[in-house]
T-cell receptor
Framework: GAGVSQSPRYKVAKRGQDVALRCDPISGHVSLFWYQQALGQGPEFLTYFQNEAQLDKSGLPSDRFFAERPEGSVSTLKIQRTQQEDSAVYLC???????????????FGPGTRLTVL | AQKITQTQPGMFVQEKEAVTLDCTYDTSDQSYGLFWYKQPSSGEMIFLIYQGSYDEQNATEGRYSLNFQKARKSANLVISASQLGDSAMYFCAMTSRLGTNAGKSTFGDGTTLTVKP
């Protein structure tokens, strides 16, 4: 596709519900990144994939957060038993990965705004 | 650990004037990339400009230039001829090339720029 897309754009969940957030990276991009952005702050790294391999998940806040990218393209970030502190915008980004070098520019999707009541 | 500091929570500039947004970083890595992103109220992160740690020339992209001073660990963004559409939040970010931080980006807390007519 032309850019990174994310769905849904907005999600309201009751505390304790499970949610799944989807990211479609730019076609051909090897690396995919998830970030959490709280209101008024910069994005915080959660996890990243190179193809289907999850190379770093050090930023996931707890074991309630799980990300996958089974075929090396679309990725899903799942949050189990949501809590109010999970309310944030979840941003997905992709880049060419190895082809562009590990510091290649990341291109971001529009984000999913999650509100946990 | 990597850290990005943006000391200006908010900045004002008159339309058509130039403005500098400050960014300092802290890292023990020798090879890294520095980025600036723009985030308008719509929420999407828009890539503006990139500087590699070994690049000797300061990066420029249209009205954007990056004033890179490696010894001072600063990477300030200069926007020339400000336009009303430049009003947004601006984030400085860094990605390391090697080591345990390789590939993941660290962001500052951002600077809100308001362009006055």
């Amino acid at each position: 596709g032309a850019g990174v897309s994310q769905s849904p754009r907005y999600k309201v969940a009751k505390r304790g519900q499970d949610v799944a957030l989807r990211c479609d990276p730019i076609s051909g991009h090897v690396s995919l990144f998830w970030y959490q952005q709280a209101l008024g702050q910069g994005p915080e790294f959660l996890t990243y994939f190179q193809n289907e391999a999850q190379l770093d998940k050090s930023g996931l806040p707890s074991d309630r957060f799980f990300a996958e990218r089974p075929e090396g393209s679309v990725s899903t970030l799942k949050i189990q038993r949501t809590q109010q502190e999970d309310s944030a915008v979840y941003l997905c980004a992709s880049n060419r990965g190895l082809a562009g070098g590990i510091t290649d520019t990341q291109y971001f999707g529009p984000g999913t705004r999650l509100t946990v009541l | 650990a990597q850290k990005i500091t943006q000391t200006q929570p908010g900045m004002f500039v008159q339309e058509k004037e130039a403005v500098t947004l400050d960014c300092t970083y802290d890292t023990s890595d020798q090879s890294y990339g520095l980025f600036w992103y723009k985030q308008p109220s719509s929420g999407e992160m828009i890539f503006l400009i990139y500087q590699g740690s070994y690049d000797e020339q300061n990066a420029t992209e249209g009205r954007y230039s990056l004033n890179f001073q490696k010894a001072r660990k600063s990477a300030n963004l200069v926007i020339s001829a400000s336009q009303l559409g430049d009003s947004a939040m601006y984030f400085c970010a860094m990605t390391s090339r090697l080591g345990t931080n390789a590939g993941k980006s660290t962001f500052g807390d951002g600077t809100t720029l308001t362009v006055k007519p």
